[in-house]
T-cell receptor
């Protein structure tokens, strides 16, 4: 099955800085989603971008999608210590209703 | 407020025991999913269900079975637990159609240890 791959695996920044995470995938998709997971907890949906969209914003989050390169990026602006978590991209391949998750980027935001 | 609950946060079982993990959602979602999450391997889909009494194998169904007798409840069964099934188990649900049809809502997870 196709799988998103996040990059970098881990990212450490200071509060107030921006954090950028990337996701690459292999086959055509209907949409791409980003989720957050706080340590030892379930995942929380952050944002969904459809294959015909190029950019989407939600609060301090900005997601871009480049279907020609089969890649997406998640930007968190003005990061806070509370943003410390793992971030996963998930793809919904054309013709399938399940999601395939990447292995995640672990973000550490230091005060 | 949407909610997915799982029967236990932590569970310790012995090798060979039959283990039941329960998941309940209150959002009237058609789709329900069971994943396991292991370090370095990410989330892997075990089984999913599109409707009551319906089930589909995911990527790693071996050693597991599921039951969906009611729309809101999806159970994962380990027929004979083994140490390599020690993992974090996550349940999720989603709508089958509509503008947010594929957004998944997750439970808090069950950390299962098999000794």
């Amino acid at each position: 099955s196709q799988q998103g791959e996040e990059d970098p695996q881990a990212l450490s920044i200071q509060e107030g800085e921006n954090a950028t995470m990337n996701c690459s995938y292999k086959t055509s998709i209907n949409n791409l989603q980003w989720y957050r997971q706080n340590s030892g907890r379930g995942l929380v949906h952050l944002i969904l971008i459809r294959s015909n969209e190029r950019e989407k914003h939600s609060g301090r989050l900005r997601v871009t999608l480049d279907t020609s390169k089969k890649s997406s990026s998640l930007l968190i602006t003005a990061s806070r210590a509370a943003d410390t978590a793992s971030y996963f991209c998930a793809t919904d391949a054309e013709g399938y209703s399940t999601l395939t998750f990447g292995k995640g980027t672990m973000l550490l935001v230091s005060p | 407020d949407v909610k997915v609950t799982q029967s236990s946060r932590y569970l310790v079982k012995r090798t060979g025991e039959k283990v039941f993990l329960e998941c309940v959602q209150d959002m009237d979602h058609e789709n329900m999913f069971w994943y396991r999450q292991d370090p370095g391997l990410g989330l892997r889909l075990i089984y999913f269900s599109y409707d009551v009494k319906m089930k589909e194998k995911g990527d790693i169904p071996e050693g597991y079975s599921v039951s969906r007798e009611k729309k809101e409840r999806f159970s994962l069964i380990l027929e004979s637990a083994s140490t390599n099934q020690t993992s974090m188990y996550l349940c999720a649900s989603s709508l089958r159609q509509g503008p947010s049809y594929n957004e998944q809502f997750f439970g808090p997870g069950t950390r299962l240890t098999v000794l």
